[in-house]
């Protein structure tokens, strides 16, 4: 009996020690599981990363910067079709259990042992609540501990926040596949909508993806993709969110997608957009820029936007094709699969209208040809291919570009030659329209602000302002006459040309601009001082790094497109320097204005109208020129277009300037025009500046892209006159009206007062000997020489190089 009580005993004391045993463990397994267990009260402020969505001035959405493509929504914003659809296919209990469905769980152990049979992965049975707490508190690792985390923090999350403020960070925090974060941004890149704007089936599609966007991936998988979400459809109606006839409907729909997710519908805006990117990370930094979810307005013009893209590519089409077939792009055998090979081989043409094709037959100028993507055949336009032959003749088995135009096929080729183009409202400095380059895919670099060349004789409006800036008239004189220098290259002189190659005497110096004269301008320019022309250049905005050599006077400075077309601004608002600039305002994702560019005061502004006089802005920019001086050189680029060099643009009408550049062997081509509401830049040039092949002027070029996109322009912003100073004195000269400053109109027939800028009749040798010796630092001669007289003016040519250096 002893013995039995013995042993009771110590059965007894075993048991006991197991349960304290039991105990410790479970202690110390509590203690180790919650030591890290995160506080679910920090989602009551959880904001996800969220992208900044980037507008056009119109409201159009062009752009998106993110690390992950959110777009977040309150939960008043989300439709019930897509909340009831989330529920039918993921917690259908939701709104009746506390954190954990004891039931669901029970589905899902009892679908768990035919899993591990087969080898699959087990269902977790998680409620939307845990989901979260998976999603934003844990790791998405697969085990009994996570599991039981995800249970205890669904049970304190469902005592800190409300069903809708949790279904809320569900819906926006949830991956959905096609690069989408959350239920707004998936309903964008799958099928472009809004989520107002998504029906029953589309919603219900959205809801097959959290067990596997790549699972049900509507391209690679459509038949996978569509039975999920008929599935979904049918959870709907047996929770009695859709009709069985409802349900009927839907399912019958064809699931159609995007082809692939895109940060905005719009996208002719690349370069634009990724420039605005690039100033909004200097200004707020990359974390807040791509996770901030900031509302970033800018200045872009839409339809401005395209028609600046469309009238460069036309542009550098053009002058590829004046300058020859290059050669296909690729070759095949037209082996099997040659179609997809071929079309891996390119990118997607930047002209949409553009097919990869295959020649199939050549016969003289009849070529045959078959596009790859749909197997389409048909015949090249004869010209094209001729075109084509004459350079490199084309044979079967070239892979090419073609156009389908009148039931033929134009022959295509991407161009070499690249360019930018920017328009620019010179009253406040907005950009209006950014093109960097013929294709954003092909070449990301951004040639209109990147992109530092010579500007050519676009740069001479500069120098003719420096003299109006001093003692020179519209109506001066200036003499168009040989002229050279010391400091040429290898000891030689430098002795600056006109194009033509001939001289024209005495000139004024409208006529010297408006006909692009290079040995003029030199001459001016050693008149006023380089030091001033650099000057005031620089405040102007044009280069901080231009030197005071006088071939800068000719364009042999460098700057790029952006900075140029800003710095003309001046000559047409009224003499301020406006600061170009992308982005309008910016808002937080709580709808606070953070930035504003136009941040100048308005007194009154606040005040309700009572018949009182409106409020008035102080105007935008430094004052850098006179406004007469600014108006003077408006109208003279005027005569630019009316009577010299960029003559091909007059069919645009009165009220239209602007200036040609071309540099030397034809290396780079500008024109810089504008109208009272808007200033174009355009520039056309080999990104490695070999030359652009003989003849290839701005007038060549840049012109009739100025023109092309200027019809579209003038629509908008109507060409009206120059705003006339009021102090200015006006005279009729040559049949001209001029604008003088007070007291100078008297002198608008004599010569400005500079030694080197002779008029009329005079001493030729003892001019060219003096200013030889000026510029070689001699002493002025004394000997005397022959008289003679300046070359009679001759024909004038259509257009005048820089002739650098």
């Not at 959350?182 to 029953?200: C, E, H, I, R």
């Not at 040995?519 to 280069?543: C, E, F, H, I, P």
Request: hydrophobic content about 40%; proline content about 6%.
């Amino acid at each position: 009996m002893k013995i039995a009580e013995r042993w009771f005993v110590m059965a007894g004391v075993a048991l006991l020690g197991a349960i304290a045993l039991a105990g410790l463990v479970v202690t110390v397994y509590a203690a180790w599981l919650f030591h890290d267990l995160p506080d679910a009260s920090e989602l009551a402020d959880y904001r996800p990363a969220t992208a900044t969505r980037v507008y056009a001035g119109d409201g159009t959405l062009i752009g998106e910067f993110s690390d992950e493509r959110r777009i977040y929504v309150s939960y008043e914003q989300i439709p019930e079709p897509v909340v009831e659809a989330f529920l039918a296919a993921e917690d259908r209990n939701f709104f009746s259990h506390g954190g954990v469905d004891v039931s669901g769980l029970g589905r899902a152990m009892f679908k768990n042992v035919f899993n591990a049979v087969s080898g699959r992965r087990l269902e977790g049975g998680s409620t939307i609540t845990q989901q979260v707490a998976k999603n934003v508190l844990l790791t998405n690792e697969s085990s009994i501990n996570r599991k039981v985390k995800e249970a205890i923090l669904a049970n304190r999350l469902e005592a800190t926040l409300s069903k809708q403020q949790i279904l809320e960070l569900y819906l926006n925090e949830i991956f959905l596949g096609y690069r989408s974060y959350g239920v707004a941004a998936a309903a964008y890149n799958y099928f472009g909508k809004s989520l107002d704007q998504l029906t029953p089936d589309e919603a219900a599609f959205l809801a097959a993806l959290p067990k596997g966007p790549n699972n049900y991936h509507p391209k690679r998988h459509p038949a996978a993709a569509k039975g999920r979400r008929d599935w979904v459809l049918g959870e709907m109606a047996q929770n009695g969110f859709l009709t069985e006839e409802q349900m009927q409907q839907a399912r019958a729909r064809p699931l159609v997608t995007q082809d692939a997710p895109r940060r905005a519908q719009y996208a002719d805006a690349d370069f634009f957009v990724e420039e605005a990117r690039r100033q909004a990370i200097a200004r707020f930094g990359r974390e807040e820029v791509n996770r901030g979810g900031y509302y970033m307005r800018t200045t872009l013009d839409p339809e401005l936007q395209s028609a600046a893209r469309d009238a460069l590519m036309k542009g550098l089409e053009n002058y590829d094709r004046r300058h020859g077939w290059r050669g296909a792009w690729g070759t095949t055998d037209f082996a099997e699969g040659w179609q997809a090979k071929a079309l891996d081989q390119t990118r997607p043409p930047e002209r949409r209208a553009w097919q990869a094709a295959a020649i199939e037959s050549v016969a003289g100028n009849n070529v045959r040809i078959r596009t790859a993507r749909d197997g389409n055949t048909g015949s090249l336009i004869a010209e094209d291919a001729a075109w084509a032959n004459a350079n490199r003749p084309l044979k079967r088995g070239d892979l090419i570009f073609v156009e389908a135009r009148g039931g033929q096929f134009a022959l295509k080729q991407v161009p070499a030659v690249n360019g930018a183009m920017v328009a620019i409202e010179p009253q406040s400095g907005r950009v209006l329209a950014m093109v960097g380059g013929y294709s954003h895919s092909l070449s990301s670099f951004n040639r209109a602000t990147q992109a530092e060349r010579q500007p050519g004789s676009a740069f001479k409006p500069f120098v003719y302002a420096t003299a109006l800036e001093g003692d020179y008239t519209p109506a001066s004189i200036v003499l168009d006459a040989p002229i050279s220098f010391a400091g040429g290259p290898n000891g030689t002189r430098w002795s600056p040309e006109n194009y033509s190659r001939e001289y024209y005497g005495p000139q004024t110096l409208r006529r010297g601009l408006e006909l692009s004269r290079n040995v003029m301008t030199v001459r001016l320019a050693q008149a006023v001082g380089m030091k001033n022309v650099v000057d005031l250049s620089k405040r102007m905005g044009v280069s901080d790094t231009l030197q005071p050599n006088l071939s800068v006077s000719l364009g042999a400075g460098e700057t790029t497109p952006y900075r140029l077309t800003a710095a003309y601004a001046a000559f047409v608002n009224g003499g301020r320097r406006v600061d170009p600039y992308l982005i309008e305002m910016v808002q937080d994702r709580d709808g606070e204005t953070i930035f504003r560019a136009d941040d100048r005061a308005c007194r009154g502004c606040d005040r309700a109208f009572s018949g009182q006089e409106s409020p008035k802005l102080e105007q935008r920019g430094e004052q850098v020129i006179d406004p007469i001086t600014a108006y003077q050189i408006s109208s003279m680029l005027e005569g630019v277009v009316q009577r010299g060099t960029a003559a091909s643009a007059r069919g645009l009408g009165r009220w239209v300037g602007g200036k040609t550049g071309t540099t030397n062997e034809y290396r780079s081509a500008w024109f810089v025009g504008f109208s009272s509401d808007i200033v174009v830049g355009v520039f056309i040039g080999f990104d490695d500046n070999r030359p652009l092949g003989s003849g290839e002027t701005g007038a060549t070029g840049p012109v009739p892209v100025f023109n092309d996109f200027m019809q579209v322009a003038l629509r908008k912003r109507p060409a009206r006159p120059f705003v006339r100073p009021k102090n200015a004195v006006f005279r009729t000269v040559n049949g001209i009206e001029e604008a003088f400053r007070p007291g100078t109109e008297r002198r608008r027939e004599e010569q400005a007062p500079r030694p080197q800028v002779p008029t009329g009749p005079q001493n030729y040798n003892d001019i060219l000997r003096r200013e030889e010796e000026e510029a070689a630092g001699l002493p002025p001669s004394t000997a005397p020489t022959p008289p003679t007289t300046p070359p009679p003016a001759k024909k004038e040519p259509a257009e005048d190089l820089s002739g650098l250096y």
